[in-house]
């Protein structure tokens, strides 16, 4: 089968799909996805902070936390991802610096990043929901229910054990089974949204949506993926995007080259607000591809961009080389300082830069594998294009400067 072309022919009719400029007319009533109370952003930062993240990229995350309204996590638990072809790389403890990459079925991929996204969003203080595609309890046409399709994850709920074990629970009775219909989800969560869009305006907020797969989309009755089905779920995230406030992520967990086809085609030929992402050591080796090599592609790096992030920039690492005012902005994110740096000259950045980056802890390197610093300076350089022997010179020997 020609799923090349099976792609183009769902994209194409996807193309005449109305654009609206606001949301259809009233729907019933649905489970909020604004929140009324935010925290401050400088709290939200020097909480993140306090847990060792760089300053920079903490404003970051808390920049993004001011604009959410909800986290929603949708998984992919269809009988699919009982295929062990995944991936995960774990910390044998927190601060331990010894990072182990090992395989895993797909699901008990999906299941490791529920949990840690989990946690880091009770840490950030993001409410967040985990929605399960196929749910072993919920009848057919029955609206959502809390516990049983999906979790809400909130501080406003408890303590952080209590609600990873719920999580937890959650998953392990809700094994790979079933087909992939990816877009009954995204209508239901459209619908959801739809009814809360007056809130979200009034509130300035935003609907984060993580898509977590590792298939192509099926209709509920079907194992095969048509080109109807493809065809739809494009006018279903066309029209999110289209008319709603909304985010979206496509993590995959495949390395099915059909599957990831078609996610990088909608991603390309398509305008949305929508980032495609692999695991973490695929995703770090795309990275490096593309001319961004100069910096350690962490555990930290990724899991906020899987999360979604407002940063232009670091959406952009996995598909072109960084500008240098780019590369600067991101060097700055990714040390252990306060100081502004990246409105500075070359040569001053480089100096500063390289006097922070010796304040800052050695890190994990998912391209590499290994612990090393958070930059590599003679790559910094050549990425500022600023690599002659007289700055080498001064760098190595600031006295003569």
């Known amino acids: 089968m020609d799923h090349s072309l099976l792609d183009r022919q769902a994209l194409a009719g996807a193309a005449t799909f109305g654009q609206a400029s606001a949301p259809p007319g009233p729907v019933a009533a649905t489970q909020e996805v604004t929140r009324d109370y935010v925290d401050h952003i400088a709290l939200v930062q020097g909480g993140l902070t306090e847990l060792g993240v760089p300053p920079g990229l903490a404003r970051v995350v808390a920049e993004d936390d001011q604009r959410i309204g909800l986290r929603i996590y949708l998984l992919d638990n269809s009988g699919s991802t009982s295929a062990s072809d995944g991936t995960m790389v774990t910390e044998s403890a927190p601060g331990s610096g010894r990072w182990s990459r090992r395989t895993c079925t797909r699901w008990e991929e999906i299941c490791a990043l529920a949990e840690d996204h989990a946690r880091w969003n009770l840490r950030v203080g993001t409410p967040c929901e985990f929605v399960l595609l196929n749910s072993m309890g919920r009848p057919q046409g029955a609206p959502m229910e809390d516990g049983r399709d999906c979790l809400h994850v909130d501080r406003s709920r408890g303590g952080e054990a209590d609600q990873v074990e719920a999580l937890r629970s959650l998953l392990k009775n809700n094994g790979p089974r079933g087909v992939t219909p990816i877009t009954e989800r995204l209508e239901d969560i459209r619908s959801r949204i739809q009814g809360n869009f007056q809130a979200l305006s009034a509130r300035r907020q935003m609907v984060f949506l993580v898509i977590v797969t590792d298939g192509l989309p099926t209709s509920p009755i079907s194992g095969e993926s048509t080109v109807a089905d493809k065809t739809r779920m494009v006018e279903v995230l066309r029209g999110l995007c289209a008319t709603l406030p909304m985010q979206l992520v496509i993590r995959l967990c495949t390395d099915d080259s059909a599957t990831i086809e078609f996610y990088n085609r909608i991603d390309e030929e398509l305008e949305l607000p929508l980032d495609i ?121 600031p006295c003569r400067a």
Not at 371 to 377: I, T
């Open 277 to 397: 992402l692999d695991d973490l050591s695929s995703e770090a080796a795309e990275v490096a591809a593309h001319g961004n090599d100069w910096f350690a592609y962490t555990p930290l790096v990724h899991r906020i961009r899987e999360a979604g992030t407002l940063s232009k920039v670091l959406d952009a690492i996995d598909e072109r080389s960084l500008a240098e005012a780019e590369v600067q902005q991101l060097a700055e994110c990714l040390v252990q300082t306060t100081r502004p740096m990246s409105h500075l000259g070359k040569r001053q950045f480089l100096r500063e830069f390289s006097q922070a980056l010796r304040g800052t802890p050695r890190v994990y390197d998912a391209r590499t594998g290994s612990m090393r610093p958070a930059v590599d300076l003679r790559r910094l350089r050549a990425a500022l294009r600023a690599g002659s022997c007289d700055m080498l010179r001064r760098l190595c020997c």
